[in-house]
T-cell receptor
Framework: AQSVTQLGSHVSVSEGALVLLRCNYS??????LFWYVQYPNQGLQLLLK??????LVKGINGFEAEFKKSETSFHLTKPSAHMSDAAEYFC????????????FGAGTRLAVHP | DAGITQSPRHKVTETGTPVTLRCHQT?????MYWYRQDPGHGLRLIHY???????DKGEVSDGYSVSRSKTEDFLLTLESATSSQTSVYFC???????????????FGDGTRLSIL
């Protein structure tokens, strides 16, 4: 069975600092992995996706994530945080033939301080 | 943004009443999904549809039913609402993937449902 664990329900960084949001997955078959962002009172917006083409994936708003099979990880990073990055971030996993159904992590709320 | 409209956006109702939430898409995507979002749980799949009249249960389907009579509409019904169903409900859509690829889901703006 597939599952996703996001380490840290709350992360706080200073503006300009590195953002690192952690995601580990469990899957018995090759996974497809996604990061979504949710701003207050809005739906989820796709940040980036891993679908086996390349292990380092670049997304919108300067975010990127690296798929590491040996560590079963898909951590999200951004070199320099902006105030506008404050939001909740969700990691999700699916697999081929699964009707694109997603299994989500519990989410990490990112706060950015001036 | 993907053309997904959820209605109503907010609803307050009483325990024991039936409630229907509607998801309407203009993208002609094959797959549609209903999730609920609760603090500490992320999003959990309630039901999904893989075509007109083709639906299946998700992780938390008890107390919910769905219907899809045409491609663009996916309805979620709470037959007899309970306080534990107070939540934010999201509809999502996804294209059919070819070559074994997995297509991302695109989300509506959600329905905030309170059951008193």
């Amino acid at each position: 069975a597939q599952s996703v664990t996001q380490l840290g329900s709350h992360v706080s960084v200073s503006e300009g600092a590195l953002v690192l949001l952690r995601c580990n997955y469990s899957s018995s078959v090759p996974p497809y992995l996604f990061w979504y962002v949710q701003y207050p009172n809005q739906g989820l917006q796709l940040l980036l996706k891993y679908t086996s083409a390349a292990t380092l994936v670049k997304g919108i708003n300067g975010f990127e994530a690296e798929f590491k099979k040996s560590e079963t990880s898909f951590h999200l990073t951004k070199p320099s945080a902006h105030m506008s990055d404050a939001a909740e971030y969700f990691c999700a996993v699916t697999f081929s033939g699964g009707y694109n159904k997603l299994i989500f992590g519990a989410g990490t709320r990112l706060a950015v301080h001036p | 943004d993907a053309g997904i409209t959820q209605s109503p956006r907010h609803k307050v109702t009483e325990t024991g009443t039936p409630v229907t939430l509607r998801c309407h898409q203009t993208e002609n995507h094959r797959y549609m999904y209903w999730y609920r979002q609760d603090p500490g749980h992320g999003l959990r799949l309630i039901h999904y549809s893989y075509g007109v009249k083709d639906t299946d249960k998700g992780e938390v389907s008890d107390g919910y039913s769905v219907s899809r009579s045409k491609t663009e509409d996916f309805l979620l019904t709470l037959e007899s609402a309970t306080s534990s169903q107070t939540s934010v409900y999201f509809c999502a859509i996804s294209e059919y993937g070819t070559g074994g690829d997995s297509q991302p889901q695109h989300f509506g703006d959600g329905t905030r449902l309170s059951i008193l």
